[in-house]
């Protein structure tokens, strides 16, 4: 049990990451088509609630509220993903990735502080290119420690909204040559690309591999070249 904790905890991490880095900056603005900020908040629970199914439920309830404060209708338009944790004194508490807040008369302050009613929020801050990886450091600490927590066994280290949107993977080599050969064509793959990382991973059965993963700008049609 012990030899898959580190494989799961990475997997976890990896697709958290995965997730960020397809939805940061990648949600426009309908006029104007420039990317939304990306916000990070912290809520907490005045009251010592340790309940997390009950927490849960009382932050996807917020959320609602949260989202007809910010665009006045109904229906799930902001995107997210967030993660629990539980404090030193057992609360639940949930820091939190939006990805499409547009901007908001009167701040963003009076509209939490008018949808929150369990107690108090602080960190509302504004991530840039320059703090994203500090975030995702940051918060991949608190799902390490969730991971070896008793009270989030059997529990999503993180919670995504229904609309986040999921990064396109392709793993077959004929396909991934004939797609960067593609993409290559004109000199198109190096001005869309955000960033790339590669890596080598030890695999039971195949051996050591290397990886390359390329980021792409999804504000570039990338279907055509597929």
């Avoid at 990306?38 to 849960?56: G, H, P, R, S, W």
Wanted: proline share 4%; charged share 25%; glycine share 4%.
């Amino acid at each position: 049990m012990t030899d898959k904790i580190p494989t799961s905890l990475a997997q976890t991490r990896k697709n958290f990451v995965d997730l960020v880095n397809t939805n940061a900056w990648q949600w426009k603005k309908p006029k104007t088509k420039r990317p939304y900020p990306v916000f990070f908040i912290t809520l907490t629970f005045e009251k010592n609630v340790q309940d997390l199914t009950y927490a849960n439920k009382e932050f996807l309830k917020w959320i609602k509220k949260f989202n007809y404060a910010v665009y006045g209708k109904k229906g799930a338009r902001l995107c997210y993903l967030a993660v629990p944790q539980f404090q030193k004194r057992g609360a639940v508490h949930y820091h939190i990735l939006f990805f499409n807040i547009p901007y908001l008369k009167g701040g963003m302050y009076d509209k939490i502080e008018s949808t929150w009613k369990h107690g108090t929020f602080w960190n509302v801050e504004k991530v840039n290119e320059r703090t994203i990886e500090k975030t995702i450091n940051y918060l991949s600490r608190y799902m390490f420690k969730n991971f070896f927590d008793d009270r989030m066994f059997g529990r999503r280290r993180y919670m995504a909204s229904r609309n986040i949107k999921r990064p396109v993977v392709i793993r077959d080599d004929v396909e991934i040559e004939m797609f960067l050969m593609k993409t290559k064509r004109g000199g198109v793959l190096f001005p869309h690309v955000l960033h790339k990382e590669e890596f080598s991973v030890f695999s039971e059965f195949m051996g050591l591999l290397d990886v390359q993963e390329i980021y792409f700008d999804t504000r570039v049609c990338l279907t055509k070249y597929i």
